[in-house]
């Protein structure tokens, strides 16, 4: 490589590294800053962590445990679901298999806007509107085509003959899967709950349909809420507020990523 | 065998239960969007059959042609300044003696993977009339720009080609890295230059992976509402009224629910035409 060019490729980066971050730096700095009142970024007089004492009491704390709630158990949901329907996928030959798979994969790329619809209708004729477990069956019902399809892609690298030994032995189908192929699936079994709660907990769209009483709302509708709620915006709290919600997805990514990308490249292949 | 069967029939039928619950959903919305079906009023207990004017309307309504010309404006320049920028970020990456690989990864990875919300916030907040964007043109000597107004359209593009670049990068750079180093190096002694190189040798070899980045991006760009939404509502008046924030605005602003149905309807047929493409490519890709 010449030495020049080098140079200027690092030129590059640089810049659009300092242009990708300015936006997010300023995130950070309103949210120490004990005077927040513009949403320019600059050097705050003092620091301050009021702003995050605020955002853990009140109805802030409230949202933040909405959304636990909604991210935890739609990640425990799917997970348990797509752990048993990924392994006929992986080692049964049944009929319409493939029409299925394909199916998953084209549900896991439609976007959610195109359900939004049909999914509220449904709820007002429940009358499941205005609960939490409306959002976590529909986010579940969204989630499950990623995880099977990244299990099953687990379940194909244990080698059949495991479960063959087993089976000579005497061992039942059930337990043959409950004792060789689940202790060996561990690393994908997580990815999957991980995944899974790191989209359910950045959701948007679906609780803001869903969900209308303030005290039920997760921290993503509330932060839309809060924003302009008395003229005045406050941007040290909303900060704050941001800062918190998008630690979770930041440590779950770079925990999984090497999975993650195993994964993505995997579902894209079919 | 009957113990397999048993086996599977009792695995697979969970799942296939939540599927039957969207596929009843999906069902009900096709029945609404014949009807006058509305969120509230009279005819919201009391919907009447009204056959195909839903969809007769649909044609007949500018704002529907308005959101079809601001979605295909807004997807076409998302994503080609994802892919592009994604991809120059990859082959910059993956050049030799780059020290600060993991750092612009790592930073551009960032404004991907925050939830969609803090993204609007952020940017909204960027593009503020007082906020960093304008402070930093006023350094530069260009007075202050009303961006959410002036260019709304222009603010969510360039906002979610910030936010969705990772994406494209993390995909080009898996590819790239299966392209073999003997290939650039033969192409070395040769005396080719970097461009011939990229030209001749990593575009082609990437060129399947370039496809299905590009198109699933495109399906993903068309459908996504929290960004635009967040940040404009669809206005000032219709500028940014992509499609799915036009169903969002019908649909739950204007209450009028058999419409909104019927208008999801079109998306949906839009969406599928894209993903058949795409699943017939893959066929195409599998095959070479």
Redesign the interface.
């Known amino acids: 490589?010449r030495y020049p060019?080098?140079i200027a490729?690092?030129i590059?980066?640089?810049i659009?590294?300092i242009f990708?971050?300015?936006?997010?730096s300023?995130?950070f700095l309103?949210s120490l800053d004990p005077a927040a009142s513009?949403?320019?970024?600059k050097i705050p007089t003092g620091i301050t962590i009021e702003n995050f004492y605020r955002a853990f009491s009140g109805r802030p704390l409230r949202w933040i445990l909405n959304s636990l709630l909604i991210a935890v158990s739609t990640a425990t949901l799917v997970t348990f679901?797509?752990t048993?329907?990924a392994?006929?996928f992986s080692r049964?030959s049944?009929f319409g298999r493939n029409f299925l798979l394909?199916?998953f994969?084209?549900?896991r790329?439609?976007?959610?806007?195109?359900?939004?619809?049909?999914?509220?209708?449904?709820y007002v004729?429940l009358k499941l509107l205005n609960t939490h477990l409306s959002v976590i069956?529909t986010l579940?019902?969204l989630g499950?085509p990623f995880s099977?399809l990244l299990l099953k892609g687990f379940y194909d690298t244990i080698p059949i003959t495991f479960e063959e030994a087993s089976w000579i032995d005497g061992c039942s189908?059930?337990k043959s899967i409950f004792c060789i192929v689940l202790p060996q699936c561990g690393p994908g079994l997580a990815v999957a709950w991980f995944m899974t709660f790191?989209s359910a907990?950045?959701e948007?769209?679906i609780p803001f349909?869903l969900l209308r009483r303030m005290a039920l709302m997760p921290l993503?509708?509330g932060?839309?809420t809060t924003?302009g709620e008395h003229g005045v915006v406050n941007?040290g709290l909303?900060?704050s507020m941001?800062l918190l919600?998008?630690i979770p997805?930041?440590l779950v990514?770079f925990f999984v990523q090497k999975h993650l990308?195993k994964g993505?490249?995997g579902y894209?292949?079919? | 065998m009957r113990e397999n069967t048993k086996l599977t029939v009792s695995m697979l039928s969970p799942t296939l239960i939540f599927l039957f619950f969207l596929l009843v959903a999906v069902g009900w919305a096709i029945y609404a969007s014949f009807t006058d079906i509305m969120l509230l009023g009279p005819t919201a207990k009391s919907p009447q059959f009204i056959g195909l004017r839903n969809y007769e309307r649909l044609f007949k309504d500018p704002f529907f042609f308005n959101s079809l010309i601001k979605s295909v404006i807004y997807t076409s320049s998302v994503v080609a300044g994802q892919c592009v920028l994604g991809l120059f970020l990859a082959v910059l990456m993956s050049q030799k003696g780059v020290k600060i690989k993991s750092a612009v990864a790592v930073a551009v990875t960032l404004c991907w993977i925050i939830p969609d919300i803090v993204k609007v916030y952020t940017w909204g907040a960027f593009a503020h009339y007082e906020g960093t964007l304008n402070s930093i043109l006023r350094l530069v000597g260009v007075s202050s720009v009303r961006w959410f107004s002036e260019k709304p359209l222009e603010v969510c593009i360039i906002g979610n080609i910030w936010s969705g670049t990772a994406f494209s990068m993390i995909l080009f750079l898996s590819a790239l890295e299966t392209i073999p180093p003997q290939i650039y190096e033969a192409a070395d002694i040769d005396g080719s230059s970097s461009w011939q190189k990229f030209r001749y040798i990593t575009l082609p070899l990437a060129a399947p992976v370039i496809l299905v980045d590009l198109l699933l991006i495109t399906i993903w760009t068309f459908g996504y509402f929290t960004f635009v939404f967040g940040l404009t509502g669809g206005g000032p008046g219709h500028a940014t009224e992509i499609y799915p924030v036009f169903i969002y605005n019908e649909a739950f602003r204007l209450y009028k629910i058999g419409y909104g149905a019927a208008v999801s309807f079109i998306m949906t047929a839009i969406v599928g035409m894209i993903c058949i493409g795409y699943l017939i490519l893959l066929r195409r890709l599998e095959k070479v």
């Open positions: 490589m060019e080098t490729i690092h590059i980066l640089i659009i590294f990708t971050l300015i936006p997010l300023w995130l309103a513009s949403p320019t970024a679901l797509a048993m329907a392994y006929p049964m049944f394909y199916g994969v084209f549900l790329v439609i976007p959610v806007s195109t359900f939004i619809l049909p999914v509220y209708l449904i004729k069956l579940s019902i499950i099977l189908k059930w790191m907990w950045g948007f769209l349909i993503s509708v932060i839309f924003y941007y909303l900060s941001s919600y998008a997805p930041i990514y990308v993505m490249v894209i292949k079919g």
